[in-house]
């Protein structure tokens, strides 16, 4: 397993469940072994949005829709730049409306982003993509992960979705730069797709982004982690797993080996490479003092990083019209995101909360997001966007 420093260096360790040895600094995920995901030549010249390279990809599951591949110029969390891929899938040349829809990677492993699951059958929200193709649609499903799947760096994904619609615009043969806008995810696609809303205004101005939906957000995974409380948790592997991608993210700024127990260690060596299920699994019933020292969440670069990738108190605001939905019996915290939904309301910007009763975040998902997308196409149609905001 590669481990990365923070500086040029790299070892190979081995987990263990004793004492480890050389875990200094983020441990990154095995490299893709595809070359297109690595842009060449001078990556700074280009502009966030400009397309690297793309391709056509002739053999895919959605009869009648020409599918493509973009690299494209993004922004890391220092302002660097770096090179990320979308999937775009059309029904037809000519404008349309652009629906960028961010999956719940919730995951670790390159294997895992967008660009491969929705080819190997792994991606579950794929099925429903063919209803909103039959809509007349286009979609974007950027890797919103980023190039080194750092999952829970929620502002990263924002600029890479922004990025990824920039980039879609500017590809010529698909003919979509006139068009409406609307963002969609769920869970930690959630979190990509809010921070894409909120900085949209400040970060890419010129997208008409008309319309955001958003369900089961964890809007501050952070806060989560906290209100939990030392008790085993289902969905442990989830949260480890945001301090595994924030450190990957923040490389510099995140001491979180120096948090860590070997029983966490270890476990951040099993799941280097892992895919949202697996995660989930190898976390499942674990608690947060078998994993970590005491008192790391008053470490004030900790809070820092978290807080930078909270929607529930990013200074930035979502203005275009939100439509949010979560689950009743969510293990994801129902009034962390009631109260961030108040934070839009008081802004002005319409909000329509919708609550699926008797769901938990597993069955949240797919009734909440049939009301998603009528509520997104409805404001393609530029209907007045509803609200019960109080």
Known sequence: MLVRSAGTAAVIVAAVATAPVAHAGAIYPAADRDGFYYAGGNLGAAAPGDVLNSRLIPAH???????????????????????????????????????????????????????????????????????????????????????????????????????????????????????????????????????????????????????????????????????????????????FAVGVGLQREYPAQLPLDEALTPAGFALRDRIANSCVDDIISAGANHRISEMFHTSIENDPVLIATFHENALEIAPELIHAPLYMWHGANDQVPLDLTLATAGRYCAAGTPVQFDIIGGADHATAIFPGSISAFSYLGDRFAGLAPPSNCR
């Open 61 to 239: 599951p959605f009869g009648g829709a020409t599918v493509w591949q973009l690299l494209f110029r993004s922004t890391d969390s220092q302002g660097g730049p770096i090179a990320a891929v979308t999937t775009l899938i059309s029904p037809g040349p000519g404008p349309k409306p652009l629906l960028s829809y961010q999956p719940f990677v919730n995951s670790l492993g390159m294997q895992c982003a967008p660009s491969h699951s929705l080819f190997d059958g792994s991606m579950k929200e794929a099925q429903a993509l063919p209803l909103l193709l039959a809509r007349g649609w286009a979609i974007s499903v950027p890797d919103h992960l980023g190039p080194t799947s750092a999952y829970g760096a929620a502002r990263l994904g924002g600029q890479i979705t922004l990025d990824s619609i920039r980039a879609v615009k500017r590809f010529a043969p698909a003919g979509l730069a006139d068009g409406p806008v609307g963002l969609a995810g769920y869970s930690g696609g959630a979190m990509s797709t809010g921070f894409a809303g909120a900085l949209a205004p400040s970060y890419a101005p010129e997208l008409p982004i008309v319309g955001v939906a958003l369900g089961g957000t964890p809007v501050n995974p952070g806060k989560i982690a906290i209100q939990a409380g030392d008790t085993p948790q289902a969905l442990f592997g989830l949260g």
